[in-house]
């Protein structure tokens, strides 16, 4: 028997992109809902993750937190359902460049940017991401392959990148720009993230979400 494929989360969390990785490998899962505040600060959600934050996918006996690197667990654990090229593929390499550029400067910008931080235009270079600007510049070169980041392959690095590019548009943390609704449109409308979606809206809606 495989072991069991757990997923702490909550609705208006981060971990609506894990549920949607979980649904493109088609594996099952449980999910654990944990509400804001006590909940994630209790001493048993602790002992799992110190953060006291979700999402936290356990797998048997392996704990993995941080979105980008739940996404990216999933994906190597399950190489049938062909979400990342292995190691020694041609397109690892853009692969790992621009999942880490989601888990960096695009998550750096966008929080600067939601929170008000007006970097001085002298102190780019002392930043992760240098300037808003030079990110959208770099959003627009990862999807020009197209359809995909990696081109006509659908990856994770879709999943985490292009969540974080559609909830930053939402937010007004991220310019709105046709190339980048044409690929939400393209990535959103997939059967697995139409799933995640229906499942965390109902769930959103649940009392003591």
């Known amino acids: 028997m495989s072991e069991a494929l757990i997923l702490y989360t909550n609705p208006m969390s981060r971990g609506r992109m894990a549920r949607w990785a979980l649904e493109e490998i088609g594996q099952p899962y449980e999910t654990i809902l944990l509400a804001y505040g ?4 209790s001493p048993e959600f602790l ?3 110190p953060m006291g934050k979700v999402p936290v996918l356990t797998h048997g006996e392996e704990v993995v937190t941080e979105t980008g690197a739940i996404i990216a667990y999933l994906a190597d654990s399950f190489p049938q359902a062909k979400l990342a090229p292995p190691p020694g593929d041609p397109l690892r390499g853009r692969y790992l460049r621009w999942m880490f550029f989601a888990a960096g400067p695009l998550e750096e910008s966008t929080s600067a940017k939601g929170f008000g931080w007006e970097l001085p235009r002298d102190m780019g270079r002392r930043s ?4 808003m600007d030079a990110v959208l510049t770099a959003i627009e ?3 020009a392959p197209g359809p995909f980041i ?3 392959q659908f990856s994770a690095v879709d999943i985490y990148m292009g969540s974080k590019i559609a909830w930053s548009m939402r937010g007004g943390m991220l310019e ?3 190339s980048f609704e044409a690929y939400l449109g393209r990535i959103l409308s997939r059967p697995a993230a139409i799933r995640a979606n229906e499942i ?6 649940a009392p003591g979400a």
């Open 141 to 143: 070169a990862a999807i």
């Open 176 to 178: 709105k720009r046709p």
């Open 38 to 41: 006590p909940p994630m600060k």
């Open 128 to 131: 992760g991401y240098g300037s």
């Open 150 to 152: 990696l081109g006509e």
């Open 47 to 49: 002992a799992v993750n």
């Open 200 to 205: 965390d809206n109902a769930l959103a809606k």
